[in-house]
């Protein structure tokens, strides 16, 4: 009980800050850095920077490999990542997620690069954390509210959410999707929420005939949202998407009445670190100031973002052009000048959809320096050969012409694992 009159508590609080204006001051952001690096002292990492009278900026970037590597002296909890790991470990082989720490909850994230995450979260960020996703992503209502979530990993911060009014099922992606089929169709969610290469395949069985759900609102997640992607996912659900940019770090980005994500600067702090001439495409660099368990602090991803100018919706919030996908999804080959050569995710993405629109699914994976694999799935045999034929017009305007595209039969993904259409392996 005292656990949900937290959750009313913070959600009020996110809706008179709405109504005062608060939210989007920078006075009040300004206050909150301060009292934020105040408690910052907690943490046996940055006591060393004696935070408390250091500006913000001199405060080191870090990235995921250090968050791990001090993952015992960053956390203020006195939790060890020997600690937090078996008890991770241990749930994902149970699919029991309910176990914690002394009321903190601890998750486990492989991360779209592959890479594992942990991650913990106290009983006042989850409670934070719910009002914040009940006012900006599944709304308030009086009604009881039904919600599929396809997850890779169920947490207690989920499990948070539930209430009388608000009923979080979760379905267990490593599952054969097709044994979700009947629970779906006998729940009938308000609320779908799940990844792109899930909504894929339930967008397919509706077509079929074999999903009869009719949700008012579904909310992609974890992985890239292409647009043709999108613009199908719209077509069968007759509804317009939403979207939440969110991973081990934090609860980043949502859609507006716009359907543009939006960083939650309200609460973060973000940076921008250009990765391009043009400065056009930046690596976010985050301070979360509600995370206190685990403070994240100027953490660099390595996600490739591009902004959007003037979103219609009236926002001052940092908007979202699109998330490419990781840094290492950038393909890299040398011109006939032998200069290295980055051409990324959206470029590669953008020649083989318009190739041939009859194209359902495609992937394009970097062997080595000069070998790339190509999948293409179409129900035309020669959308492969069209999709192939782009990509080599599109590298002979960088002025590459020492390259092999190579065949794929069948295509890499798998289910339980982060979609990348788009991916280096040449880096690992």
């Known amino acids: 009980m005292f656990f949900k009159i937290k959750i009313i508590y913070f959600l009020i609080k996110v809706k008179l800050k709405r109504l005062t204006g608060l939210y989007s001051s920078n006075r009040y952001k300004k206050i909150k850095t301060f009292f934020f690096l105040k408690n910052l002292k907690s943490s046996k990492f940055y006591e060393l920077f004696n935070v408390y009278s250091s500006n913000f900026f001199d405060l080191p970037i870090i990235n995921k490999s250090l968050f791990m590597e001090n993952f015992n002296v960053i956390n203020t909890c006195g939790i060890t990542y020997k600690q937090a790991s078996e008890i991770a470990e241990k749930s994902e082989v149970s699919r029991d997620f309910s176990p ?8 486990l994230s492989t991360g779209t690069s592959g890479n594992r995450g942990m991650f913990l979260v106290s009983e006042t960020e989850r409670a934070n954390w719910v009002a914040y996703m009940i006012d900006r992503v599944i709304g308030f209502s009086f009604r009881e509210v039904e919600i599929a979530f396809f997850l890779r990993a169920n947490n207690k911060l989920y499990e948070s ?8 099922n979760f379905f267990d992606i490593f599952q054969n999707i097709d044994s979700h089929i009947e629970s779906l169709n006998n ?6 929420i799940a990844q792109p290469s899930v909504l894929m395949i339930l967008s397919n069985k509706k077509v079929n005939g074999e999903l009869k759900i009719n949700p008012k609102k579904i909310i992609s997640v974890a992985e890239v949202l292409t647009n043709e992607d999108r613009t199908y996912f719209e077509s069968i659900f007759q509804i317009k998407l939403d979207e939440v940019y969110q991973c081990t770090e934090g609860f980043l980005a949502s859609s507006c009445s716009e359907g543009v994500l939006h960083f939650n600067e309200d609460f973060l702090i973000i940076e921008k670190k250009y990765i391009d001439e043009e400065r056009t495409r930046f690596h976010p660099i985050i301070t979360d100031l509600l995370r206190k368990c685990q403070p994240v602090v100027r953490y660099e991803l390595n996600d490739i973002i591009t902004e959007k100018k003037n979103c219609k919706c009236g926002s001052n919030f940092l908007a979202i052009e699109s998330i490419e996908g990781r840094s290492d999804d950038v393909i890299e080959l040398e011109d006939n000048e032998n200069k290295m050569v980055s051409i990324f995710p959206d470029i590669i993405r953008r020649e083989i959809v318009l190739a041939d629109e009859r194209i359902k699914d495609y992937a394009v994976i970097q062997k080595d320096n000069i070998t790339i694999m190509l999948y293409v799935e179409s129900d035309f045999k020669g959308s492969y050969l069209m999709a192939k034929t782009a990509l080599v017009k599109r590298l002979k305007v960088y002025n590459i012409t020492d390259f092999s595209i190579n065949k794929m039969d069948l295509s890499p993904h798998i289910i339980g694992d982060k979609k990348r259409r788009i991916k280096n392996e040449n880096k690992y």
């Open 187 to 192: 729940l009938q969610p308000d609320i779908l």
């Open 161 to 168: 959410a539930k209430s009388r009014k608000v009923s979080f």
């Open 100 to 107: 914690m720490i002394n009321n903190v909850s601890v998750g």
